[in-house]
């Protein structure tokens, strides 16, 4: 089973990496020292709507044929003994940090390629239902208007509406966002975005293919924790949540039999 140490080993590699290389990822900021988003509005003006149609798009981040790589990694912290923001351990030395990278966001709609990272400081242990909350929030779903995107496997894709760029929306802006929805989601974070170049992408890819292998022994060690040992327990088909992968076995079983035939 992957533990909490393996964990926050890769968490403390990740931001190792991001800052190493100044040259990939740019200088870090505190998220205070960040640029205030623009206004998304004036008086005169009407909002900017969550859901961005093709024919609004501005930009896209991240959507094929561009490739994307958007990583919730946690980093487990002792709920006896809160971690004060800006001592955070494992983040360089102290605190939560925001990059933002690549070349700026421009009014072009063919796809960019995207990179997005989050590292979450929690204090529950590992689970496969806690990855999966962290990984349901990296769209920052509803709360940006004129940002929409969405979040499958290890890749995030959005569309960012006309309208939001010619307001001087930045990779900055994004992150200093993004930073600020996981603060109002009660989490402490660090993260790291932009137009990833291929160097980066390069950088990023053997600790994102280690945090899928990490997530594979936490699910694989939790269902046999979970299964039961004796039969059924008495549990009608019907009403039994596991129903659906017991016909999968049974179908892959009467395939085998009718191959092996009579």
Same mark, same amino acid.
């Given at each position: 089973?992957?533990?909490?140490?393996?964990?926050?080993?890769?968490?403390?590699?990740?931001?190792?990496?991001?800052?190493?290389?100044?040259?990939?990822?740019?200088?870090?900021?505190?998220?205070?020292?960040?640029?205030?988003?623009?206004?998304?509005?004036?008086?005169?003006?009407?909002?900017?709507?969550?859901?961005?149609?093709?024919?609004?798009?501005?930009?896209?981040?991240?959507?094929?044929?561009?490739?994307?790589?958007?990583?919730?990694?946690?980093?487990?912290?002792?709920?006896?003994?809160?971690?004060?923001?800006?001592?955070?351990?494992?983040?360089?030395?102290?605190?939560?940090?925001?990059?933002?990278?690549?070349?700026?966001?421009?009014?072009?709609?063919?796809? /960019?390629? @995207?990179?997005? !990272?989050?590292?979450? #400081?929690?204090?529950?242990?590992?689970?496969? +239902?806690? $990855? %999966?909350?962290?990984?349901?929030?990296?769209?920052?779903?509803?709360?940006?208007?004129?940002?929409?995107?969405?979040?499958?496997?290890?890749?995030?894709?959005?569309?960012?509406?006309?309208?939001?760029?010619?307001?001087?929306?930045?990779?900055?802006?994004?992150?200093?966002?993004?930073?600020?929805?996981?603060?109002?989601?009660?989490?402490?974070?660090?993260?790291?975005?932009?137009?990833?170049?291929? /160097?980066? @992408?390069?950088? !990023?890819?053997?600790? #994102?293919?280690?945090?899928?292998?990490?997530? +594979?022994? $936490? %699910?694989?060690?939790?269902?046999?924790?979970?299964?039961?040992?004796?039969?059924?327990?008495?549990?009608?088909?019907?009403?039994?949540?596991?129903?659906?992968?017991?016909?999968?076995?049974?179908?892959?079983?009467?395939?085998?039999?009718?191959?092996?035939?009579?």
């Amino acid at each position: 089973m992957a533990t909490e140490s393996e964990f926050n080993a890769l968490a403390r590699e990740v931001l190792a990496t991001l800052h190493r290389h100044p040259d990939v990822f740019g200088t870090p900021r505190r998220p205070e020292a960040t640029a205030a988003p623009p206004t998304w509005r004036s008086q005169d003006e009407a909002p900017l709507p969550n859901l961005v149609l093709a024919s609004e798009t501005g930009l896209l981040l991240g959507e094929p044929p561009a490739c994307s790589s958007s990583l919730a990694l946690p980093r487990f912290v002792d709920p006896a003994t809160p971690e004060q923001p800006e001592r955070a351990p494992g983040l360089g030395g102290d605190g939560d940090w925001v990059w933002a990278f690549g070349p700026p966001f421009a009014a072009t709609r063919i796809p /960019q390629d @995207f990179l997005q !990272i989050v590292v979450v #400081a929690v204090d529950q242990p590992p689970s496969r +239902q806690l $990855l %999966a909350q962290l990984a349901a929030r990296r769209s920052m779903s509803r709360h940006l208007p004129g940002y929409f995107a969405h979040s499958e496997g290890s890749a995030t894709g959005a569309r960012l509406h006309h309208q939001l760029l010619a307001r001087g929306f930045s990779p900055w802006h994004l992150a200093e966002a993004m930073h600020a929805y996981w603060r109002a989601e009660g989490f402490c974070a660090t993260v790291a975005l932009g137009i990833g170049s291929r /160097q980066a @992408f390069a950088l !990023i890819q053997p600790l #994102a293919e280690r945090f899928h292998h990490l997530k +594979q022994r $936490l %699910a694989a060690a939790q269902v046999d924790a979970e299964a039961p040992r004796d039969g059924c327990e008495g549990r009608e088909c019907a009403s039994c949540d596991e129903k659906s992968v017991c016909d999968k076995i049974r179908a892959v079983l009467a395939a085998r039999q009718r191959r092996a035939g009579p």
